[in-house]
C-alpha cells in the first residue's frame, strides 16, 4: 500500500512498532486533522537505525496537551522513558529549533494487524 506520510523515528522506542496498537508523543500538529482523514492516510513508519523494518499504520485519534502536562503514563508506552527524561530527549531532539511546549499524543493501529 502507498503511504501518505513517512516518519522515521531514531529507532524502535520501547520497541513499540512490533505493537498491534502504539502510542507516539511529537509535537503538535499545526493544522486540524479531521477524522476521515485519518481513517483514508497511511503512515509508514521507518526507524533510522534499521532497528525495525518498515511498517505502516492508520492514525485513528490524538490528543493535543502542553509540555507540563507529561507524565511517565504517556510517555513510558510512548518512549520508554519517565517524563523528565522524556522532556530533556526532547529539548536535545528539537534544539532549539521549535517550540516544544504543544505536544500531541497520536495513537495508531497497524495495517493488517
Same mark, same amino acid.
Given at each position: 500500500?502507498? =503511504?501518505d506520510k513517512?516518519?522515521?523515528?531514531p529507532t524502535n522506542l520501547n520497541n513499540k512498532l512490533a505493537c498491534p496498537i502504539m502510542q507516539h508523543i511529537d509535537l503538535e500538529p499545526w493544522d486540524v486533522i479531521p477524522e476521515s482523514s485519518m481513517e483514508k492516510s497511511v503512515i509508514e513508519f521507518r526507524t533510522a537505525d534499521g532497528s525495525y523494518p518498515p511498517t505502516q499504520w492508520k492514525l485513528f485519534d490524538l490528543l493535543r496537551l502542553g509540555s507540563n502536562q507529561l507524565a511517565g503514563a504517556l510517555t513510558y508506552p510512548s518512549h520508554g522513558m519517565?517524563? =523528565?527524561d522524556f522532556y530533556q530527549w526532547l529539548v536535545k531532539m528539537y534544539a532549539g529549533k521549535k517550540d516544544i511546549s504543544k505536544l500531541a499524543i497520536f495513537f495508531y493501529k497497524k495495517i493488517d494487524a
Open positions: 500500500m502507498q =503511504a513517512i516518519i522515521t523515528l519517565d517524563s =523528565a
